[in-house]
């Protein structure tokens, strides 16, 4: 069988794979720009809201319902996600 991609945007939306998302983006970006002023822990949160908006706009399920728990599910994503970086220790 063979896998034409990586990741889709339903895995994406997943718990699962929202957290990799948001902690692999989270390290690849924390230390550029402007987002090195901003603590790593809230540019987690913003990286997990979008990728959790964008999942939801393109399996076609965002609602305003949606749209307002997708705050709520990116601070689990998100603390998820930095507790994962945190277990493994900062080199």
Same mark, same amino acid.
Request: aromatic fraction near 12%; proline fraction near 2%.
């Given at each position: 069988?063979?896998?034409?991609?990586?990741? =889709?945007?339903?895995? $994406?939306? &997943?718990?699962?794979?929202?957290? @990799? *998302?948001?902690?692999?983006?989270?390290?690849?970006?924390?230390?550029? %720009?402007? $987002?090195? =002023? @901003? +603590?790593?822990?809230?540019? &987690?949160? %913003?990286? *997990?809201?979008?990728? $959790?908006?964008?999942?939801?706009?393109?399996? %076609?399920?965002?609602?305003?319902?949606?749209?307002?728990?997708?705050?709520?599910?990116? *601070?689990?994503? &998100?603390? !998820? !996600?930095?507790? %994962?970086? =945190? !277990? @493994?220790?900062? +080199?």
């Amino acid at each position: 069988m063979m896998f034409e991609n990586f990741v =889709d945007w339903t895995i $994406l939306g &997943s718990y699962g794979g929202s957290i @990799i *998302a948001t902690g692999l983006l989270t390290q690849l970006v924390k230390n550029s %720009g402007k $987002l090195k =002023d @901003i +603590p790593t822990r809230w540019v &987690s949160y %913003g990286i *997990a809201f979008v990728v $959790l908006l964008l999942a939801s706009f393109f399996t %076609g399920s965002l609602t305003v319902s949606n749209a307002v728990l997708t705050l709520f599910n990116a *601070a689990i994503v &998100s603390l !998820a !996600a930095n507790g %994962g970086y =945190d !277990a @493994i220790g900062e +080199p």
